[in-house]
Every structure is written in C-alpha cells, then in structure tokens.
C-alpha cells in the first residue's frame, strides 16, 4: 500500500526526484573523498613533515567540504518540499474523496477516524517519505563506497568490518524488533487516550450533571497510564540503543586502533591510511543504523498508508448519473413512490412501501413514534441515502437521475441536529446563497423569529459564532438553521423536528410567518408535536416505517388510530403538566 500511495504521488515530482538523486550522489561521492584526503595530508605532509602537500590537499578538503555542505542543503531541502508536497496532495486527495462521501460512508468509517488518518496518517508517510529521500542514495552508496575506501585504504583491517557491521545490525535489529509491536501499543493508546478526551469535551455538561467528574477522570487516568507504560517501554529500549551502538563503535575504533598500530608497526600500513580506514568504519556502521532506523519506521507507515489507501479507495454510493435530467425550472413536488429502505448491513428495511405526493404551495406533515424512520424518509429527497427500492422523484425526477448538484439546490434542508459552522452569523446565512444583501438576511431572520436575539447581540450579523454554534442555544440554532435555509429560498423545505426545541408561542409565530414565505414551494415537516402540524394540508402517519394514513387532521382523526393515539397521548400530556 505504501509503495502503490507512494508511486501514484511522486509521479508530478519525478524532475524534482532526479535532482535530488544527482545532489545525494555527489553529496555522497565528497563525503566519501574526505577520509582518503586526511589520510593522504598525514602521510604526505604531516609524516614527513612538508608542508606543501598540507597545504594543497588541505585546499581540496576544503572545496570538496563546501561542495558537500552546499548539496546536502539542496538535497535535504528539496526532500523535504518534496514530501511535504506529497503530504498536502493526500490530504486535499482525501478531502475531496470525503467530501463526495454519502451519510453511509462517513457513517461506516466514523468522523474521528476520518481526522486521524487525515492529519496522523498522513504524516507518519510523510515522515518516511522525507527520510527515504534523503537516505535513499546515501545509504546504500555510503555503505558499499566506505568499504571499498576502506579496503582499498587497507585489506589487513577487513575482517574488522566483517565483524563490526553484522553485529551492530544484529543488536540494532534485535532492540528495534522489540520496539515496533509497543509502537501499536502507543498508536492505539493514543487513540484510546484522545477518544476519551474527545468524549469528555463534548459531553462535559452531561459529566458534571451526572457528577460523574471522578468517574471519568479514573478513566482517563487508566489510558493515560497504559499510554505513559507503552511510551516509558519504549523509552527504556531506545536508552539502550545509544549505549550499545557507542559500544560497537568505541570498540571499533579501539581494535581499528589496536590492530593497526602493530601493521603500521610491521611496516605494513600507514598512520593516514589508518586515521582514514576508521573513519570509512564509522561510515559504514552509521549507514548500517540509518538503514535500520528506516526498515523500523516502514511498517508503522505502511499501516498508515493502508488506512489512507482504504479512504481514498471508497467510492461514494450516492453516485451522480452519467447524463443527468433537469429538474424543470421553477416549483417543485416531491414523490415517494413505493419506497422501500434498509440501511446497510441492517436485516430489517427502516421504510416499506412508502408513497405519497408533497405537491407545491401545500405543507406536508410526517408524523409518527420515536424511531419510526421519520428523518430517514426526509434524507432520501437530497439523496443523503439512496432508496433501496422504488423511487423518490422532485420535480418528476427520480432524485438518481438529476444531478447532485441540482438535486440539493433546490432543497432548503433544516436537519434535526442542526449545524453551524465557525464564523459569523452573516456568513452562516450566506450557506444558503453567497449573494444574499444584508436586507435579505435580516428578512430571514425576522421570519424565523431569530432577528431579535442577532439584533441583541454585540456584533448583530458579524457577531461570532463558536464551531458547532456552541454559542448560541438549542432554540436559537433551530431557528438560524431555519433563517439559513430561507435565505436560499429553495423550491423544497425540509425541516427535520426544527420547532421542537421552540416554545409553544415561537413555534406558532414561526409558522404564521413562515407560510407566506412558503406559499409556492413544496415544505415537508417532520414532528413529534401534533400542535406543529395540525394545519398542515396533508399528514403522513408513519408506524414502523409504514404510512398507517394520510390526510388531514380532521381525516386523521375520523380514521386513522395510530394518529388518534398521537393526539391523545399529548393531550393527556398536556392535562399532567
Ligand atoms: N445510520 C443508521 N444506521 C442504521 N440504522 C439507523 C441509522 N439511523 C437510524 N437508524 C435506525 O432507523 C430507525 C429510524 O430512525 P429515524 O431516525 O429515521 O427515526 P425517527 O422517526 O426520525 O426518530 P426520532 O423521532 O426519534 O428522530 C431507527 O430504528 C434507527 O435505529
């Protein structure tokens, strides 16, 4: 998943790629010479004491120095812009995919989790990435080229290497094979850590109206203590790294040291060639970790990738048609037509055999128990779902054969939860039309009874509203939601159980300013009070996902006892309060 993420990433950066290929090489190649120069100034100028060949050769160590630096800093840089660039073409890859999500994908793999590998996952690969960039060359190359100059320095001292680079691979590989599976641990911990934090945030009134601040907190402390466990595991294994790998080097360079002394003794070696054969040592052992480093940071960005490549592999269900038909222009009815609806993966459908007509200038009224598939009816007109069988039509046309787009502009959609988004109050208006002038905006809002509580804040219509509008109240975000809505003066309103967080009298005002408003489009309310819909032209009653009866109330009433148990459950409830 990784290399297939990868490839189909870097192919608009190939150029920038072969660049930095080139810079690494010649970065490598210098850093290469650098020993064998050193060595060469000992033996030819410090040894026999001439100053010449000290002052040459240390003039080519200097150039070769500054050609080294200065690439390794355009290498090290394009690297890094390059998987940046990757990173930030992911990230706007899955926001689109997720944008053109449909309720049943987002609902399948969960909003937390469409974060996380957005922003988590997303830089796990983009960590690899930079560092296979710039490692990618330098390792393998660093690794072969120090022991060739290693043994072309002298082939007395290979065994030495035979021996030091396989066993700081074996001690490297053996602490990093213990470290990845408590790399999991930690990612899952860190999970567990923030869906507990996440849960807390937003249920913090229900925390402490509940007094259940000690409750939680225990929880919390049980994932934060997993969490420092796994960090603290892992912190005691890489405490041993850097002791074990100072070992395998300082011994090195002693028996480098030790060995050589008596070559040189022999007359077989010289002091450069030995200052030099260490240093390729190091080379190679260093370029043996960086490669193990890597091979442990690999996997965890391979599970990364996979969880990216899941997203961005899942097609959206509600698909737009290949030639879509145009809604006629103008008012709009909507018509269930034998709808059938299961949710997935649910053995039982939500809706069966649903018909009905909303027609134009007229409000249609679904009502019916808690959980009888009242708001799933609703979300099959703006195709948040599609219809398992039969079909929704707006305007005469089934809703899979127009396009999106089309379909939700003439919608005006009033959800039960209703959501703001972080702004000002104009600009949570204009979601319903960019172009509304601030007269328009303060009709909306006088229609939805909501004008007076904007004019009384500081700002009026720039006054701020928090993410989610957890600054405003339940009521009031109802009937801002409703002022959106109107705003886009759409040929369909659907509002879902939007007066129930109303007073009896706002709820009424709301509706008696509303119907002029509405009086040529289709508007379809769903409710739980019989008050908001008794005047409305057509009742739907739905029971377990079927229409029990439509009519109007007073038809209702004469024949329809699910509707009769409706009324009388809230009158009797009504006489209690
Ligand atoms: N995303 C979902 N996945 C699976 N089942 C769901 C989903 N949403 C709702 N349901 C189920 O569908 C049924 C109808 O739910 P729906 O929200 O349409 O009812 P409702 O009549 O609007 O209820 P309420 O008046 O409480 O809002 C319920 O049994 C619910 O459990």
Not at 437 to 448: F, K, M, N, P, V
Not at 521 to 538: E, M
Request: aromatic content about 6%.
């Amino acid at each position: 998943m990784l290399v297939r993420l990868l490839r189909e990433h870097l192919r608009p950066y190939t150029a920038f790629i072969v660049v930095l290929l080139v810079l690494q090489l010649a970065s490598t190649i210098a850093s290469l010479f650098l020993p064998s120069l050193n060595g060469r100034i000992i033996d030819e100028g410090v040894a026999l004491g001439q100053t010449r060949p000290i002052l040459e050769l240390g003039a080519i160590m200097l150039g070769v120095s500054l050609l080294q630096i200065s690439v390794t800093i355009a290498a090290t840089f394009l690297g890094s812009r390059t998987a940046a660039s990757v990173g930030r073409d992911v990230r706007a890859r899955i926001f689109d995919r997720v944008a053109s999500f449909s309720a049943q994908e987002v609902g399948r793999f969960g909003p937390p989790t469409l974060i996380s590998r957005s922003t988590n996952d997303i830089t796990q690969v983009q960590t690899v990435l930079f560092m296979g960039l710039t490692l990618m060359v330098t390792v393998p190359i660093m690794m072969v080229g120090g022991i060739v100059m290693a043994l072309r320095e002298d082939v007395g001292l290979s065994w030495l290497m035979a021996v030091a680079v396989p066993l700081l691979a074996l001690v490297v590989g053996l602490i990093i094979r213990r470290m990845v599976p408590q790399f999991t641990v930690m990612q899952e911990s860190i999970d567990w850590v923030n869906r507990i934090l996440r849960e807390q945030i937003t249920g913090i009134r229900v925390v402490r109206a509940f007094v259940r601040e000690d409750h939680e907190r225990a929880r919390f402390a049980e994932a934060n203590t997993q969490y420092t466990g796994t960090a603290l595991a892992v912190g005691k294994l890489m405490a041993m790294v850097f002791p074990l790998v100072m070992v395998i080097f300082n011994a090195s360079t002693v028996a480098v040291l030790w060995f050589g002394a008596h070559r040189i003794e022999d007359g077989e070696m010289q002091i450069g060639a030995l200052t030099a054969f260490m240093s390729y040592l190091i080379f190679v052992l260093m370029s043996v970790m960086m490669a193990t480093f890597m091979a442990t940071m690999i996997p965890r960005a391979a599970v990364s990738a996979g969880r990216i490549v899941e997203v961005l592999d899942t097609s959206t269900s509600v698909l737009p048609p290949e030639s879509p038909e145009q809604i006629p222009p103008g008012r709009a009815s909507v018509e269930f037509r034998d709808v059938t609806f299961t949710y997935p993966g649910a053995d039982v459908p939500v809706l069966q055999d649903v018909s009905f007509t909303a027609r134009p200038g007229q409000t249609t009224a679904v009502i019916g128990s808690t959980g009888s598939g009242k708001s799933t009816l609703l979300s099959l007109i703006p195709r948040l779902y599609d219809v398992t069988q039969g079909a929704v039509l707006v305007g005469g046309v089934d809703v899979r054969s127009a396009g999106l787009e089309e379909v939700w502009s003439r919608m005006g959609l009033v959800p039960q939860k209703p959501y703001l988004f972080t702004g000002t109050v104009a600009e949570n208006l204009r979601y319903g039309d960019q172009d509304a002038t601030q007269e328009q905006l303060w009709d909306a809002l006088r229609i939805a009874q909501a004008a007076d509580f904007v004019a009384q804040m500081p700002e009026g219509l720039d006054s701020p509203i928090a993410q989610g509008g957890g600054n405003v109240s339940g009521g009031q975000r109802q009937r801002l939601a409703i002022a959106r809505a109107l705003v886009r003066r759409p040929a369909v309103y659907l509002f879902d159980d939007s007066f129930s967080a109303l007073d009896l009298t706002t709820d009424a005002r709301l509706r008696a300013a509303l119907e002029p408003e509405t009086a040529d489009a289709t508007v379809i309310v769903v409710a739980q009070r019989v008050s908001t819909i008794i005047g409305a032209d057509q009742i739907v009653v739905l029971e377990d996902g079927r229409v029990v009866g439509i009519g109007t109330h007073e038809d209702l009433l004469g024949d329809c006892t699910t509707y009769q148990e409706i009324v009388q459950s809230q009158a009797v409830a009504e006489v209690a309060g």
